[in-house]
């Protein structure tokens, strides 16, 4: 199967998925506040919208913003899509979102949709898994409090 193609933008406008993009956002932003680390917006990303108990039309307009900001940059995907999609090698999830997971742990904040998409990840280059936006249905289905859930 071949990987898709969709950019980042394609994905971060995807009304579908926005449950699960501002649940895994919180929860880095959740361990960022945990530990006193002052949080900045970049490229559209305004991180306070996405405080545990925020409103999900903050973290909407975010991520409105974010797609806006990514269609008009010229780089439409992220080192760890070419690093699966292209050049077929291993990605530095661990070193990018496991430090998020492991900082978390530290103190007491519990990251299980980022650890699942690290696994996820880590299925795709060892070949077991293809990337395709129904990895992002599985995340979302099997996420703490929304288990069997479907995004419709």
């Given at each position: 199967m071949r990987p898709t193609e969709?950019?980042?933008?394609?994905?971060?406008?995807?009304?579908?998925?926005?449950p699960l993009l501002r649940a895994l956002a919180r929860e880095v932003v959740g361990v960022a506040e945990a530990r006193g680390i002052e949080l900045r917006g970049f490229d559209g990303f305004g991180p306070y919208a996405f405080r545990a108990g925020g409103s999900d039309a903050g973290a909407d307009t975010s991520l409105r913003e974010l797609v806006a900001f990514n269609q008009a940059s010229a780089k439409t995907h992220s080192g760890i899509w070419r690093d699966l999609a292209v050049r077929k090698r291993p990605t530095e999830v661990d070193a990018q979102l496991g430090a998020v997971v492991r900082l978390g742990n530290e103190v007491g904040v519990r990251t299980p949709l980022t650890e699942a998409l690290i696994r996820q990840i880590h299925e795709i280059e060892e070949g077991r898994r293809a990337q395709r936006w129904e990895n992002l249905d599985e995340l979302w289905a099997k996420s703490p409090g929304n288990a069997g859930a479907k995004n419709t």
């Open positions: 969709d950019s980042i933008a394609d994905v971060l406008a995807s009304e579908r998925h926005r």
